[in-house]
């Protein structure tokens, strides 16, 4: 699978109607679902969690779990539903993660670790990746970064997703924890220098393509988070600068136009306009019409009677009220 691009899990954010929408904007892009964690999929609605447009692939699922016979019916569940990886999540640092015992806080478990890697790997054949920190709380020392890469790395986990911070566990909101450790690009190279024959893919702290092309010369792939979710737009460039890819690339207008079918399915299926355009925000960023397209979704698209004319409405340079 080519990773070189791809769009972090983001709880809340992620869903299936925000990945349609980036679909439309990019072709190449891999996706990812929000995390789900495996009592959801054990115990709740299979269906809801893993539905899916097809037009999503390369689509990957982000699991949230410790026990490796959940997460390997899990991702059994996953391959059945056509996803294209499993990735495992131990960079969380929320404290609601935490007391289920999974996210950041396995770090300090590199053998549970690589149990939960092997179960999931010899229950599917697709990818099982794992997506983590560079280290939490005081255990931030490099040789126990090593440890945790290299425990997990014999377990047949062949591409590691590092956002190059720390995690405080205690003391920081998980926003701060995107925001308070600081960024350490060269311990994430250091780890694709100790494991050449691994894939490591960066995240954290890249806001620009002109960023992300830069990384990708160090690394096998770039991921963005919430750079790619508030300035959507930026994605149309990512197919024609990173993938080569002669497609012409959409306009703003035009990727509106793309969405309308997909609305209306959804507006039929009794879906409010709001949980559609809440992802689309950000379309206009940065350019004149930006605050008329925002305040006027965020001001009629949860009305019942909202439709696809409240959408047109919104458009920069739409006359009306």
């Not at 280290?135 to 970064?145: H, N």
């Not at 004149?288 to 965020?298: C, E, V």
Request: aromatic residues 8%; glycine residues 6%.
């Amino acid at each position: 699978m080519d990773r070189r691009f791809s769009v972090a899990p983001m709880l809340d954010w992620t869903d299936r109607h925000c990945r349609y929408f980036l679909r439309l904007i990019s072709r190449h892009t891999l996706l990812y679902t929000e995390m789900i964690t495996t009592g959801a999929l054990l115990h709740g609605d299979v269906e809801r969690h893993l539905r899916y447009d097809a037009s999503e692939h390369p689509l990957a699922v982000q699991l949230g779990g410790s026990e490796p016979d959940d997460l390997a019916r899990c991702a059994r569940l996953a391959e059945e539903w056509g996803y294209d990886e499993v990735n495992l999540n131990v960079g969380c640092p929320s404290e609601r993660v935490q007391n289920g015992a999974f996210g950041a806080c396995l770090m300090a478990e590199p053998r549970l670790v690589a149990d939960c890697v092997k179960a999931m790997r010899d229950a599917v054949s697709i990818p099982v990746t794992v997506k983590h920190r560079i280290g939490i709380d005081a255990r931030d020392s490099y040789p126990e970064l090593l440890d945790f890469v290299g425990t997990v790395a014999e377990a047949g986990c062949e591409v590691f997703i590092v956002h190059a911070r720390k995690a405080w566990l205690s003391g920081l909101s998980p926003k701060e924890n995107r925001e308070v450790p600081p960024l350490r690009y060269e311990v994430v190279a250091d780890l694709k220098r100790d494991f050449p024959e691994r894939q490591f893919v960066l995240n954290g702290g890249i806001q620009t393509l002109d960023d992300a092309e830069t990384h990708l010369h160090t690394f096998d792939g770039v991921m963005l988070g919430r750079a790619a979710y508030h300035d959507p737009y930026l994605l149309a460039e990512v197919d024609r600068r990173i993938y080569a890819d002669p497609h012409p690339v959409p306009s703003r207008a035009d990727i509106v136009e793309a969405f309308i079918p997909y609305v209306e399915t959804q507006l039929a299926a009794g879906l409010r306009l709001n949980h559609l355009t809440r992802h689309i925000l950000g379309l206009f960023q940065n350019i004149p019409g930006a605050r008329h397209w925002r305040r006027h979704l965020s001001e009629h698209a949860h009305r019942p009677d909202a439709g696809i004319l409240t959408l047109l409405a919104a458009l920069p340079g739409h006359n009306a009220a």
